[in-house]
């Protein structure tokens, strides 16, 4: 069992050990951006930090290992001596895909729901020429409805997340494009 609780610092080290894709490290920025969002909602005070490096580092071996989505990041984190609630929380946002871990905790659900849903507001942004700047969930919306924009992103995972957290499809919507907002620059929009 891993004992040690990583740095911002650490996390963002082996993030970049890991990636060097730029889409990717500003998925990486954007995830962390609004875990540590939902922390400051939904967590406790020292939750915050913790759900931000989650955010940070959840798709860890995905440049490298595709095919090895989750597992990889469990093994990479185990070397590294990581807490197994974080290694947890990690493997669970793959839940269905590449995992039969599913997400229990407040903080995994989040992540669960807003990895797509990150995807899809990325995807949105870029599309419009004030980018995120004054996006509405309205706008975000009928991108949602349109199945063959970003088809890639899983509507169904980012629906049955919000039931799972047991909160409103455009309240998580609203929450998530302010938190990436407040990095717009740092995650390229
Ligand atoms: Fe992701």
Same mark, same amino acid.
């Not at 890991?18 to 490290?25: A, P, V, W």
């Not at 969930?137 to 919306?141: A, E, H, R, Y």
């Not at 494009?177 to 990436?180: H, P, S, V």
């Given at each position: 069992m891993g004992n040690k $609780?990583?740095?911002r610092e650490e996390a963002y080290e082996l993030l970049l050990k890991?990636?060097?894709?730029?889409? @990717?490290?500003h998925h990486a920025l954007a995830v962390e951006a609004v875990m540590l969002h939902f922390a400051e909602k939904l967590g406790g005070e020292? &939750? $915050?930090e913790k759900w931000g490096i989650i955010g940070l580092v959840h798709d860890l071996d995905y440049e490298m290992?595709? &095919?090895?989505?989750? !597992?990889m990041t469990e093994k990479i984190l185990r070397e590294e001596n990581w807490p197994e609630d974080y290694i947890r929380a990690i493997v669970s946002h793959g839940w269905k895909i590449c995992t039969d871990v599913e997400p229990v905790e407040t903080m995994e659900k989040v992540l669960y729901t807003i990895d797509e849903l990150t995807g899809l507001i990325n995807a949105t942004a870029l599309m419009r020429p004030t980018g995120i700047s004054d996006m509405k969930?309205?706008? @975000? !919306?009928k991108k949602w409805k349109d199945k063959s924009f970003a088809a890639g992103v899983d509507r169904e995972i980012i629906r049955e997340g919000s039931e799972m957290l047991d909160m409103d499809l455009n309240e998580i919507m609203e929450e998530t494009?302010?938190?990436?907002r407040e990095v717009s620059?740092?995650?390229g929009l």
């Open positions: $609780v990583p740095s890991y990636n060097k894709s730029e889409s @990717l490290i020292e &939750d $915050v290992y595709p &095919d090895e989505h989750c !597992k969930v309205k706008s @975000l !919306k494009i302010t938190a990436m620059e740092e995650i």
